[in-house]
């Protein structure tokens, strides 16, 4: 019986070679029995299943997003916990140990850092201290994640013998006297909002005094410098 049919498919292919039938009707053959349809349509259902579960768990918050740092992130209004000081402290840390300028800090310059730090860690250490604040699955840290460190770190989440414990306790940037404030009431929570608009309105004009009296100084040393520059001719 297999001599026979295998002699038949032999015998009909070289009749489709020679023009002689319409290789069309193989295919029709081919959809009727289901066998060629059935591993595509399951593979179809297998990925559109698995696409749609992912999307279920994303709505019911189980899953993570896929690129969460690709958000727009202002520091100082989603990390009201710490003044504008502390976060321009702390960029200007990251800043100086993103050698690639990239805007992240990936293993290596982390390791680097620890090591400027003076608290070397293993290869496993460094990747469990990304890995800890990581929210996109990028093996490596955005400005946002740096920050999550501090944050961790203020409200006392971090093992005292962590890597990133120890990266916030060299840092030389004080988080404790901040730290992240819980109110108990809606009163609580109401008056510590104006308070910490009040501290960032307050910030912002400090700074723009220390900017106006820096131009002043320089306008009195160019005018003395006119007069001292007259008083030779």
């Given at each position: 019986?297999?001599?026979?049919?295998?002699?038949?498919?032999?015998?009909?292919?070289?009749?489709?070679?020679?023009?002689?039938?319409?290789?069309?009707?193989?295919?029709?053959?081919?959809?009727?029995?289901?066998?060629?349809?059935?591993?595509?349509?399951?593979?179809?259902?297998?990925?559109?299943g698995a696409k749609l579960m992912r999307r279920g768990e994303l709505n019911e918050g189980l899953g993570e997003q896929c690129?969460?740092?690709?958000?727009?992130?202002?520091?100082?209004?989603?990390?009201?916990?710490?003044?504008?000081?502390?976060?321009?402290?702390?960029?200007?840390?990251?800043?100086?140990?993103?050698?690639?300028?990239?805007?992240?800090?990936?293993?290596?310059?982390?390791?680097?850092?620890?090591?400027?730090?003076?608290?070397?860690?293993?290869?496993?250490?460094?990747?469990?201290?990304?890995?800890?604040?990581?929210?996109?699955?990028?093996?490596?840290?955005?400005?946002?994640?740096?920050?999550?460190?501090?944050?961790?770190?203020?409200?006392?989440?971090?093992?005292?013998?962590?890597?990133?414990?120890?990266?916030?306790?060299?840092?030389?940037?004080?988080?404790?006297?901040?730290?992240?404030?819980?109110?108990?009431?809606?009163?609580?929570?109401?008056?510590?909002?104006?308070?910490?608009?009040?501290?960032?309105?307050?910030?912002?004009?400090?700074?723009?005094?220390?900017?106006?009296?820096?131009?002043?100084?320089?306008?009195?040393?160019?005018?003395?410098?006119?007069?001292?520059?007259?008083?030779?001719?």
């Amino acid at each position: 019986m297999a001599t026979d049919e295998l002699s038949s498919k032999l015998s009909r292919r070289l009749q489709i070679e020679e023009g002689a039938e319409d290789p069309v009707a193989v295919d029709v053959l081919g959809h009727q029995n289901g066998s060629e349809e059935k591993p595509s349509t399951a593979n179809a259902d297998s990925e559109l299943g698995a696409k749609l579960m992912r999307r279920g768990e994303l709505n019911e918050g189980l899953g993570e997003q896929c690129q969460p740092s690709m958000k727009v992130c202002n520091p100082y209004t989603e990390f009201k916990e710490f003044s504008r000081n502390q976060i321009k402290d702390m960029e200007k840390m990251f800043k100086m140990y993103d050698a690639g300028k990239d805007n992240f800090i990936d293993l290596m310059e982390l390791k680097l850092m620890m090591e400027k730090l003076g608290a070397s860690q293993t290869h496993i250490a460094l990747k469990n201290m990304i890995k800890e604040v990581d929210e996109d699955l990028d093996n490596k840290l955005s400005f946002r994640e740096f920050l999550l460190i501090f944050r961790k770190a203020a409200a006392g989440e971090l093992a005292e013998d962590s890597g990133l414990s120890v990266l916030a306790r060299l840092s030389e940037i004080d988080v404790s006297t901040e730290g992240v404030k819980g109110a108990k009431t809606f009163f609580e929570a109401k008056v510590q909002a104006i308070s910490e608009t009040n501290r960032f309105e307050a910030e912002i004009r400090q700074e723009q005094e220390a900017k106006k009296k820096q131009v002043e100084e320089q306008k009195q040393r160019r005018t003395a410098f006119k007069e001292l520059q007259s008083a030779f001719k």
